[in-house]
């Protein structure tokens, strides 16, 4: 991939566990009451959301007759 051009020393690349920062970064903040109760409402509304597309969407996918128990006939099929 990509190749430096100048050789580097090999004592550089061996003791390069030394020169590793000893600084510890800061601590994470804990989030607030707010935001926690933003997240839920917003993973709830989610959630609500696919289960009530479920809970619409699979009348519509049933195959077969209708579940009402009325069959659909033509006009021309009552012979009048």
């Known amino acids: ?7 580097v020393p090999f004592a550089f690349v061996a003791e390069a566990d030394r020169f590793r920062s000893n600084v510890t970064p800061p601590a994470r903040q804990r989030p607030s009451v707010s935001e926690v109760a933003g997240r839920t409402l917003v993973g709830l509304t989610v959630v609500a959301g696919l289960v009530g597309s479920l809970l619409f969407g699979l009348p519509a996918m049933e195959s077969g007759p209708a579940t009402s128990g009325h069959s659909q006939q033509s006009e021309a099929s009552n012979g009048r």
């Open 1 to 7: 991939m990509f190749r430096r051009r100048e050789a």
